[in-house]
């Protein structure tokens, strides 16, 4: 029966709102991120609200002018109903002649029919505003038709002749504005039955293209450029500020695999990371005297127990009755046993090296080498190496795979051995071919001096000691229950990276 999975983890709000997001591991890396939408989203508003307010004010800049555009034309209007009938196409074509005016004037026999371009929010705007001055200045029974016209679909006279096909002094001045070709405004007003009054002319600047231009250049590079300096000085900020957590980082690893001499962390930075600094150096000095204290503890009771111990054996060969003796030799052995396995399992976890690069294949090819053929006659096998060398106590790591292989030999005749290494962790699965654990007991198989069996031979020690092991390498040693049968024990050995 195989263990229950695990639940996965709850994920972090941000990941569960953001998760298109990629977050970062590192306090650097996170800063910035959140540094970078912070200002990404404020500039971003910021640039919404000063954009608004920029559209309304050129809309209303675009609507004066087209309103005194409009009274020019009602001017122009006035002047030409002014002159009599005879005199108006001499007048206009004078004009012509001397490279004419801002407008494009002619009169037509009827309205020219063209393509219109379709209405935005700003033709719309304009288009209502010189309807609304040509109506008061001329009354609502004059026919009037305001339009915005492509310069490439544009007509002017009766014939309907297109721009490119008049001379250029004629109305390329007033209507082109090279290489931009803006919407032209054509005006068409009924003067008298048969006669319409044209009146085509562009936007003065700069309202020429009348399109709403999106955020600036300037505006853009603003944001880039404040942007970059504020993400470089938070960078250099939290740099600055998360060499003191490296350092401690280290130490505390250090510390926790044992290592044979810890020196105290430089206390800097902010005055949070020196109190974090400060409070780790006392605690340093607190274990180191601990551990100090507890090796001169078990070493006066190795010494103080086996005198006592030896002098009762001495004494029980001087009884006369051989059952209270062997009663008395099995109680001793027993209690020698006991003070051997403790003294064992202090000796084996407790182990003074200095942290180094392990090459754990070297190891595992060292502890299965005696049971390759011939002489083990192929009871251990290998699949799978290690990538890289591993951060840790060469002689605890042997131990503590020694001890896996050892006991999937005395328990279950075979070993197979599977290494999974990546840039995250190494795990070595230890399979034998034994009965297996019972499930109620795959924790308590660790506890120090428990055996399924009496008939067992050993302390009981080897899966705790490798367990212990484990733990001060930061890792873990988990038992399950093949399906197929046999155990399989699992060593995960956590890489740290700097």
Request: charged residues 20%; contains cysteine; hydrophobic residues 40%.
């Amino acid at each position: 029966m195989l263990p229950s999975p695990t639940p996965a983890p709850a994920k972090p709000w941000y990941q569960r709102w953001f998760g298109w997001v990629p977050v970062p591991r590192s306090l650097l890396g996170r800063m910035l991120l959140l540094t970078l939408l912070s200002v990404l989203m404020a500039q971003g508003l910021s640039s919404v609200i000063w954009l608004s307010q920029l559209r309304a004010t050129q809309l209303e800049g675009l609507v004066t002018s087209a309103r005194s555009l409009a009274h020019s034309m009602s001017a122009s209007v006035s002047y030409l109903r002014s002159l009599p009938l005879a005199y108006r196409p001499l007048v206009l074509d004078q004009l012509r002649s001397m490279g004419g005016t801002r407008f494009v004037v002619t009169l037509n026999d009827k309205p020219l029919d063209m393509q219109v371009l379709p209405l935005t929010p700003r033709k719309s705007a304009v288009l209502e505003s010189v309807h609304e001055v040509l109506r008061d200045a001329m009354g609502n029974d004059v026919d009037i038709l305001v339009t915005f016209v492509s310069p490439d679909d544009l007509r002017i006279f009766n014939g309907g002749l297109k721009l490119d096909e008049l001379p250029r002094s004629w109305a390329h001045y007033a209507l082109t504005l090279e290489p931009v070709k803006p919407p032209v405004l054509v005006t068409q007003i009924q003067m008298a039955p048969g006669e319409w009054l044209y009146i085509a002319s562009l936007l003065p600047e700069p309202y020429t293209s009348l399109e709403e231009e999106g955020l600036p250049a300037q505006q853009v590079w603003f944001i880039v450029l404040t942007s970059s300096f504020l993400l470089l000085f938070i960078g250099v900020l939290v740099h600055w500020q998360s060499r003191p957590l490296k350092r401690l980082a280290r130490a505390a690893r250090d510390m926790s695999l044992g290592a044979a001499e810890v020196r105290p962390v430089a206390e800097g930075g902010g005055s949070e990371v020196v109190e974090v600094g400060r409070a780790f150096n006392a605690m340093r000095e607190r274990i180191s005297r601990y551990l100090i204290e507890r090796s001169q503890l078990f070493s006066a009771i190795s010494h103080d127990l086996r005198t006592p111990i030896t002098r009762l054996r001495l004494r029980v060969e001087l009884l006369d009755d051989e059952k209270v003796q062997a009663k008395f030799s099995r109680d001793l052995d027993d209690l020698e046993m006991l003070v051997k396995g403790a003294l064992q399992c202090v000796k084996d976890t407790d182990i003074h090296e200095n942290i180094e690069p392990v090459d754990l294949n070297l190891a595992l090819d060292c502890l299965i080498e005696p049971y390759l053929p011939p002489q083990g006659n192929g009871r251990v096998s290998l699949h799978g190496r290690a990538l890289a060398a591993y951060a840790g106590k060469p002689l605890a790591l042997r131990r503590c795979m020694g001890n896996l292989i050892d006991n999937a030999l005395k328990y279950g005749t075979r070993a197979h051995l599977h290494i999974e290494d990546n840039d995250s962790a190494f795990i070595l699965h230890v399979d034998d071919e034994g009965p297996g654990v019972p499930e109620q007991r795959l924790e308590q198989v660790f506890e120090p001096h428990f055996r399924l069996s009496g008939k067992q031979q050993g302390y009981g020690l080897g899966l705790g000691i490798a367990r212990n092991i484990a733990h001060s390498h930061g890792g873990e040693v988990t038992l399950q229950n093949l399906r197929e049968g046999g155990l399989r024990v699992t060593l995960y050995l956590p890489r740290f990276s700097d």
